[in-house]
């Protein structure tokens, strides 16, 4: 494996054969099987006998023919070529990288479980629908919510749901209202869930503190606000110190408060969203709880919501009957589905396993060690790569390297490539666009000192280098797989149709 242990930091080896890894198709020879089935008298009827003939293919589907043998080392070599937050550090800021619980996933697994259609009726899936009833309620618990909406599948729908929420609320009052808030740190998504909920978006400023600059706030206030899309700590990881008093200039012009938990695992079980004054609340369960993101994996992103606005929720939702029983409730003025079925079922199971096994005493633990390691981390770097802000901070340290582009060149770019040559997966870089040369390092509560001191190390490895040979990292990384590649030009030439070989 190309990557090092933490702690060990030995210099990749070569993988052997890894720049020249064949796709399936090259290795494919005319009538190899990974295996076949023996031949019986069992009659096998044509395909056409079970769908309609006009829906059957007319040509061979182009498979590769190879043996199993090579079909399973491809891919386990291909594997190789990643990283992983199963080989090493992952501190990708914003996004909550951590290891996920094994447990979680063997929960997941339980065939009683995985292998439900969720078409199935109530009657025969009432420890489905309990899972659902006590994810529900352990999540309103977390967030100081009243009800909740377990649909949503990732951050972003969750948000376009939130903005739902708070477009069916204002329009049942006959005000529709026109405007949401947001500050100029907020991640991405929240200016483009507000955009497709039909909103404009108004930017605020933010402080030289990294915090929402209230006299701003105040000024962009209005009767045609329909509410502020914050996340506390905010993507600069600071604490929004004057939350309470944000919320209630917000709920004095008839506003309401849209919280982005993406940020949920630095404040669990220490503070509320709804204690905070926040009225809808998306979690990404992927992040806070126990799911391994990334890639495009599936996510979750339930929307927990106060008592005034717990009517409009998607529907349907599970529920406790007068008899015990669990069934699927519609609320009145549900704004509708949001998802095909009820969410991305599994992954809910798991973030419901990793509360359970955590227990309440065990998720403050979860926020605690995620600040703790932030700060340890903001600390042990910071004569190298000092804060962008400096102050305590939650979850994730925002850092700079102005210092080093100023000295030598050496961007957040170079910094972020070269250590994934030293075995650590690159910091989030550039983001969030209000600071220089970002280098956001979310080191996670699932990291140990030993882990976090060997990542410092490296930093300090690459510092000296930026001074005795700046080149070296403008041409990392060397040893990975994959080479510096060309940022936009995925983005700009996009391929999504077949290559000329017809593959
Ligand atoms: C602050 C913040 N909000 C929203 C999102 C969107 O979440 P998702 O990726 O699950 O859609 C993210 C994702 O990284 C985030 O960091």
Redesign the pocket.
């Known amino acids: 494996m190309a990557y090092a242990a933490p702690g060990s930091r030995a210099k990749s080896a070569p993988l052997m054969g890894r720049d020249t890894e064949p796709t399936i198709f090259e290795m494919s020879v005319e009538g190899r099987r990974a295996y076949q089935l023996r031949t019986t008298d069992i009659e096998v009827k044509p395909m056409g006998a079970y769908l309609p003939v006009e829906h059957l293919a007319t040509q061979p589907v182009k498979l590769a023919s190879v043996s199993e043998r090579d079909l399973v080392a491809h891919f386990t070599r291909l594997s190789h070529r990643q990283f992983a937050v199963d080989l090493g550090m992952y501190p990708l800021g ?2 909550t990288m951590k290891y996920n619980p094994k447990f979680c996933d063997t929960v997941a697994n339980e065939p009683g479980l995985a292998k439900v259609h969720p078409g199935t009726p109530a009657h025969l899936t009432q420890g489905w629908l309990e899972i659902f009833v006590d994810l529900e309620n352990r999540l309103c618990e977390i967030t100081g919510m009243a009800a909740a909406t377990l649909q949503p599948a ?4 969750g ?1 376009l749901t939130g903005l739902l929420l708070m477009r069916a609320y204002h329009e049942a009052r006959g005000d529709a209202r026109r405007r949401v808030i947001i500050p100029d740190s907020a ?1 991405g ?2 200016p483009a869930s507000v955009t497709l909920g039909g909103y404009e978006v108004t930017t605020i400023p933010s402080d030289e503190r990294g915090l929402v600059d209230v006299e701003a706030l105040k000024g962009a206030l209005g009767p045609d606000v329909a509410g502020i899309m914050l ?1 506390n700590p905010n ?1 600069v990881g600071l604490f929004e110190e004057e939350i309470v008093e944000i919320a209630g200039l917000v709920h004095e012009v008839g506003g309401l408060l849209y919280y ?1 938990g ?2 949920l695992n630095a404040i669990l079980g220490v503070v509320r969203p709804g204690d905070m004054g926040f009225d809808i609340v998306h979690m ?1 369960l ?2 806070t709880f126990a799911t391994p993101h990334g890639g495009g994996g599936p ?1 979750a ?1 339930p929307v927990a919501v106060a008592a005034h606005l717990a009517e409009y929720l998607p529907g349907p939702r599970a529920q406790r009957a007068a008899d015990g029983s669990f069934e699927w409730v519609t609320p009145h003025s549900s704004i509708g589905r949001v998802h095909g079925w009820h969410g991305n079922a599994l992954v809910l199971a798991r973030a419901l396993a990793y509360i359970e096994v955590h227990g309440g005493e065990g998720l403050t633990a979860v926020a605690h060690h995620a600040v703790l390691n932030a700060n340890w981390l903001k600390q042990r770097v910071a004569a190298i790569l000092p804060a962008a802000y400096d102050r305590p901070c939650m979850h994730e340290a925002v850092l700079t390297a102005t210092s080093w582009k100023k000295a030598n060149d050496v961007r957040a770019l170079d910094v972020a490539k070269r250590l994934m040559e030293e075995g650590f997966h690159a910091p989030t870089v550039y983001f969030p666009l209000i600071v220089d040369e970002a280098l956001m390092f979310e080191p996670t509560e699932t990291e140990s000192l030993q882990s976090l001191e060997s990542l410092a190390q490296a930093l300090e490895i690459i510092h000296a280098e930026a001074q005795s040979d700046p080149q070296s990292l403008h041409d990392a990384p060397r040893t990975t797989p994959v080479r510096r590649v060309d940022e936009a030009r995925a983005a700009r030439q996009l391929m999504a149709t077949e290559d000329a070989a017809g593959r």
């Open positions: 914003s996004c990732a951050g972003a729908a948000e991640h998504t929240n996340t993507t982005d993406a940020n990404n992927h992040k996510g992103g």
